[in-house]
């Protein structure tokens, strides 16, 4: 009696594990190698098949559309005093400065997303390292209607400085 039970038993472990074994090996496709290996070269003049869409690079985001001259008010986070910033912005970069500050400085575009620009922002004159009151930073914008929400950041220190505003286009040349 102990035999035919424990083949029963075998029998029925196989029964349910036959299939649940052979599925995961149809879920589980063996490993590849990552990398792939490159493909063999095609012969001359075969036609060359196009990239899988994963490969294909498209372009980077335009952003939205800011070149000009914005000014406006801003506010240093921790601070008590508003100044102000004029940016002044082209495709590929631009110019700041701040009046009361007595500093100016030079933006590079770094990128952008569908809603963002930015920009690395480096002083020009009146550089916090040379006595001035301006350290380099990054800067954000985004277009909100007729104007430009602005947001800068950078390490001063060893402790983190903010500022932000809203700035509106200027007119004329």
């Known amino acids: 009696m102990r035999g035919t039970l424990r083949d029963w038993a075998a029998g029925l472990a196989a ?3 036959v299939p649940i074994l052979t599925a995961g090996a149809q879920q589980f496709p063996p490993a590849q190698q990552f990398p792939p290996p490159p493909a063999p070269p095609s012969p001359p003049g075969a036609a060359q098949p196009s990239p899988p869409a994963a490969q294909k690079r498209t372009a980077p985001a335009a952003g939205p559309a800011v070149a000009g001259t914005w000014s406006g008010p801003v506010t240093q ?3 008590q005093s508003k100044y102000t910033v004029v940016l002044t912005l082209t495709a590929s970069g631009g110019e700041t400065s701040y009046p009361e500050l007595n500093c100016t400085g030079k933006l590079t575009r770094i990128g952008a997303s569908h809603r963002y620009v930015f920009y690395i922002e480096v002083i020009t004159e009146g550089q916090r390292e040379k006595g001035g009151r301006c350290p380099d930073g990054t800067i954000t914008v985004a277009r909100a ?7 800068w950041f950078a390490s001063v220190d060893g402790e983190i400085g903010t500022a ?3 700035l509106t286009r200027k007119s004329g040349p």
């Open 15 to 17: 029964t349910v594990a």
């Open 164 to 166: 932000y505003g809203t």
């Open 145 to 151: 209607g007729d104007h430009l929400d602005w947001g």
């Open 77 to 79: 986070v921790g601070s």
